[in-house]
């Protein structure tokens, strides 16, 4: 079986205040995007990624995605775009066959759901089962999204990582508190979240609302979804204290 891989990586980071796309920013000797594609080395058995990238930047994720995946041969997709046009057949012979990692980067859409949509697409057509993974997170280790894996095969189900909250969480109609919901009961939700590949394409296709996460999406289209236990190190990277937070995890790990 293949894994196939999404790496949504196209956000603006606005909230970050960095004045780049997120993924774009360097931390501790790599983007955010290399750190999360570098987590992937060893992953068991055949991998096909799709990272969807600021329109803008295409030709810089590419580049780094390569370089931080470096068993990679680039998709078919791909592979049918770089080719010039009306060039020489010849002089840009095919390149081997897709390999045990192959690539594909696409530009990323206005929303997280659309982005996710773009690289869906960009996936060959043999993957059994789809890891949706932020590249705001990138320090998700390989365990977890082998977890994940695992569980999507072992159940047919959708599954998301999750972490107990430990905030007491309110909803608000306006500023007023109308509910304290039991906390026990709430998890916070991370990525990678893994699907059945045929059942997150037709949630996609049928989806008419924009939801938060994957695990959202699959749920509205009638798949069943369950969790397994999810990682500290796969926190999300959203405001500049977060990105302190990242660089102290790195230095403390190279010490
Ligand atoms: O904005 P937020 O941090 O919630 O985004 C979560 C993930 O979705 C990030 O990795 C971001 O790059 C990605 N994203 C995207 N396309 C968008 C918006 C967000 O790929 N239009």
């Given at each position: ?21 997120k ?111 932020d590249a705001a997170r ?98 999300k990277i ?18």
């Amino acid at each position: 079986p293949r894994t196939g891989f999404v790496l949504v990586a196209a956000g603006s980071g606005t909230r970050l205040g960095v004045g780049r796309p997120k993924a774009l920013v360097d931390l501790g000797g790599g983007t955010l995007l290399e750190h999360a594609l570098r987590r992937l080395h060893g992953f068991p058995g055949r991998l096909a990624v799709a990272v969807a990238a600021p329109a803008g930047h295409l030709d810089a994720a590419r580049r780094l995605a390569s370089a931080a995946l470096p068993a990679a041969t680039p998709a078919l997709a791909e592979r049918a775009d770089a080719r010039p046009a009306h060039g020489d057949p010849d002089a840009s012979p095919a390149p081997p066959a897709a390999d045990d990692v192959t690539l594909a980067v696409v530009a990323g859409g206005a929303s997280r759901q659309s982005s996710v949509a773009a690289a869906i697409d960009a996936l060959p057509g043999d993957c059994d089962v789809v890891l949706v993974h932020d590249a705001a997170r990138p320090f998700a280790p390989r365990a977890l999204a082998e977890r994940v894996a695992g569980a999507v095969r072992a159940t047919g189900d959708g599954v998301v990582p999750v972490l107990p909250v430990v905030d007491t969480i309110k909803r608000l109609s306006g500023d007023r508190v109308v509910e304290t919901p039991e906390r026990s009961s709430l998890v916070a939700a991370q990525t990678p979240q893994g699907f059945p590949a045929p059942a997150l394409r037709e949630a996609y296709r049928s989806a008419t609302i924009e939801h938060t996460d994957d695990a959202a999406l699959a749920a509205a289209a009638g798949l069943r979804v369950r969790t397994v236990p999810g990682d500290v190190h796969a926190f999300k990277i959203t405001r500049p204290d977060d990105l302190e937070r990242a660089s102290r995890m790195l230095a403390g790990a190279s010490e």
